[in-house]
Each structure stands twice: as C-alpha cells, then as structure tokens.
C-alpha cells in the first residue's frame, strides 16, 4: 500500500501556518518549543465534552489527583472547536497543552508531522498499564509510520446496526444474522409505519466528515467504491460510487428520519430512543447509551453487524485517544493521567460508580473478558468487540487503496474534502439537487486532491 508519509502535502504546511498566526490569539502566550504548559504539579488537558469525556472531569479530582497530587486542568469544547484548538496549538509545539483528545485519524498524521510524544517508552516501563490488552486494531491505528505508538485509546468503536426488537416481532420480521444492505433496504421499508409517527431506519444526512460522510463511506466501500484509487486518481464519478451514494440516499428519503438533511449522531440517538424510527446503522458506542438503566428503550433492542454488498465486513472504526504534545514540558505527567486514564482500574471505577454501560469500552480485551461488563453490556458488547476486531482500515474495501482508512482517508486534506463533499450529498438528501450532480461537483473538489498526490 502507498502512503503519503514521505511527503508533507501542502494542506499540512498551510495548517501549521495558519496555526502560526493563530494560536497567540486563542492561547495568549505563545512561547513556541519552549511550551506555556502548566509546569509543576500540574498538566494541561484539552478534549471533547462527549459523555465519557465529561465523566472523567468528574472523577479526576477524587481520585486521580488524590492519589497522585497531579492536579489536572481540562478544557473542554464541542468536537469541532477542540479539532480546531488542538491543530492549532500542536502545529505550532506551543505547549500551552500536554495532552489533548485525537482521533485515529489525526495521531499518525501529527506523528509524521513531528507533533507528538511517542509512547513507546512509557508503555515498556509501566507493566500495569499492559499495553498488549490494548485491541489490536486499536494499537494499531494510533501507531505512526515508524512504528511507535503515538497515542492510546480512550474508547472505541465501529459501526453496526440497531434494531427494534419488538417492533420486528409484531410484524413476523427477522433480522439476517448477517445483513446486506439490501435486506436492509426491505425491512426499513416494512417497519416504516410500524407505529404512528415511526419511520424504518435512521442514516445520519448532516453535513460533516465526521457525521454524515463516516456511514456512507463505509456503504461505499462495501458496494465496491472508493474515494481515490491507488494511484491517487479521484473515483467519485465511478459507478460504484453513484450506485452506494444513489442507494443510500434514496433509502433515507424513502424511510428514513424526518429533517434527515440535518441529523447526526445525536438526532438519530434521539430518534431512536423516542422510538421514531426502527432501525438505526451507526456507531457501536450508542449501545451503551440506549441499554443505560434510564433509556426507555433499555432491553428492547437487537444488534447485528454493519450490512455488506461485495465485503464480509463494513464496520468502520474510530477511537478517541490520547496524544501528548512534542513540546509539553509535563510529558511525563501527562503520560501517569493517560495510563490512569485508559487504565484497567478507571474502567472499573466507572462501572462501579456509573453503571457498567457507560464503561468507556472498546479498547481493551479484558473488558470483554469481565463478568460484570458482559452481564450489563450483554445484548452489544459481543457484537462490539466483534465489530472492531473485523475492522480493515488498511482494506476496507475491493482494491487497494492509497492511504489507511474505513470512514475516511488518511491525509490532512480529507476533512476540507469530506465536509464539502458531505454538503452536496446533504443537498440530495433535502432534496435541493440529484445525486449526480452532488457527485460531478464532489468529483471536481477531489480531483483538486489528486493533482497533490498522483505520481507520488
């Protein structure tokens, strides 16, 4: 497989100076290499205000600082404004943070960029930690292209799809143990209806690389598409592509949620929970959200893995990691709140003291080797684990591609490319416009991309 790890594209070279001329702005002192971390006994931590993430601000204080005297200031935003803080203060090494949230996605591009602590040799000397617990694929994502770890995982997760139960069983309907898509497609049609105001299935339509684009990549993937070829030649415009992309909106518009052109993770977790809808393909961490002992739907739902067409798997797969900034001058620090952090023993804090649902899982074997996880966690976490040990980010579809990646590509230009991209398809959601001309128009911004890479 080729990669784009030899070269540093100019979309990487205009984000470190934008970040340049940023970053004073936003952090108020930038120092550069040197670092304005906190120092002492002290360590800077920017991430995401997802649920897991806000649970750990709550039980850090209590217990990681008390047991350490590591005290740990957090900064928290919405995942679009910590993407772009992070970019921001990491490109330019100003150290005003020690660690921060990145995703598979980011860690081996800021490790290529010279960003990033590596962890190699933190995880050797901390045996408790045990690294090898670590999902392969998991440790395998966050690894950089000189074969050092670069992050660790805080939760992952792939795709699969959720269904009503009950629902199924009032109309003699089964769910395939292994679906296709366009099995898929029939059963939407058949549950849409089921209950007044209920709809056959949820697919995310908001725009975004991260919301929308994250399930249709992989119904491109399994229908044979790809975004670029190994050659780096752009294939939006391909037959494939139209067929996944024609497929899966015209499924959302036919049975799929209302205001479908603005739903995200978060409206279909709604949707789902209201029981507006009957079906819902997305990411496996919702589980624990849906089975949690105050959902109304708790004990209602069934799982099975993410529908194919031409593969044997389409799960994609993400994680929340940490990343320790290149220039923290807390490294170490940093490094004792992440082992605590994605460690065995914070996992089973949190189940004991918020419920065994709401485990930030997916990371590691002995989670799924726990009785009291497996008991709570019964009707998804095997399906879970199952999910993300299947997942090919290398291969993820019928022929080679150039760079690593399920639910996106693996360079810094994809998440210009995949927000402006998942504009147009939103477009054809709503209705605005068709699918070809969403992708004649998706094709031109990506073939922009591939005059950057072809003959590389």
């Known amino acids: 497989m080729r990669t784009p790890s030899r070269r540093r594209p100019r979309a990487t070279l205009a984000l470190a100076a934008a970040g340049t001329l940023i970053a004073p702005l936003l952090t108020g002192c930038w120092v550069g290499a040197g670092g304005a971390g906190s120092g002492g006994d002290a360590i800077n931590v920017l991430m995401v205000n997802n649920p897991q993430m806000t649970e750990l601000q709550k039980l850090t204080r209590a217990h990681f600082t008390k047991e350490t005297g590591i005290k740990v200031n957090f900064t928290v935003l919405p995942e679009n404004d910590v993407r772009d803080k992070i970019s921001q203060d990491f490109a330019n090494q100003a150290g005003q943070y020690d660690a ?14 010279g960003w990033l602590h590596d962890m190699d040799s933190y995880v050797a000397r901390d045996r408790a930690y045990d690294e090898q617990d670590i999902l392969k694929p ?116 036919a049975h799929g949620e209302s205001g479908a052109a603005q739903a995200g993770f978060a409206e279909c977790l709604n949707n789902m929970t209201q029981s507006k809808v009957a079906m819902w393909y997305d990411a496996t961490s919702a589980a624990g959200l849906l089975e949690a002992d105050d959902s109304p739907v708790k004990g209602k739902l069934g799982y099975a893995p993410a529908p194919v067409e031409k593969t044997k798997s389409s799960g994609w797969l993400y994680t929340w990691a940490w990343g320790i900034q290149k220039a923290s001058r807390n490294a170490d620090k940093a490094w004792k709140f992440i082992s605590w952090a994605s460690g065995k023993d914070y996992e089973q804090l949190v189940g004991e003291t918020s419920g065994w649902p709401n485990v930030p899982a997916g990371k590691r074997a002995s989670t799924y080797d726990n009785p009291d996880y497996r008991k709570s966690a019964a009707s998804f976490q095997e399906m879970t684990k199952e999910a993300i040990e299947s997942a090919r980010p290398n291969d993820p579809g019928t022929q080679p591609r150039p760079a690593p990646g399920i639910q996106f590509v693996g360079i810094p230009e994809f998440t210009d490319l995949g927000t402006k991209v998942s504009q147009e398809i939103s477009a054809a959601v709503a209705g605005r416009q068709s699918v070809d001309t969403a992708l004649r128009k998706s094709q031109q911004l990506a073939e922009k991309i591939s005059k950057e890479y072809e003959g590389r």
């Not at 921060?100 to 960029?113: F, G, H, Q, V």
């Not at 792939?158 to 009032?170: E, I, P």
């Not at 992989?218 to 598409?225: A, I, L, P, S």
Request: hydrophobic fraction near 35%.
């Open 100 to 113: 921060a949230t990145l995703s598979n996605y980011e860690i081996p591009i800021y490790a290529r960029n």
């Open 138 to 253: 998991m440790r395998q994502s966050l690894t950089g292209d000189d074969g050092r770890l670069y992050g660790q995982p805080f939760y992952g997760e792939s795709s699969f799809l959720m269904y009503r139960k009950d629902v199924f069983a009032a109309k003699g309907l089964k769910m395939p143990a292994h679906p296709t898509w366009q099995q898929v497609a029939d059963l939407a049609a058949k549950t849409d209806g089921a209950r007044p105001g209920m709809k056959g299935i949820c697919l995310r339509g908001l725009p975004g690389w991260g919301e929308s684009m994250a399930p249709l990549t992989t119904v491109v993937n399994t229908f044979g598409g790809t975004w670029f070829d190994k050659d780096w030649k752009a294939r939006l415009d391909s037959p494939e592509f139209r067929r996944a992309t024609e497929f899966y909106v015209n499924l959302v518009r």
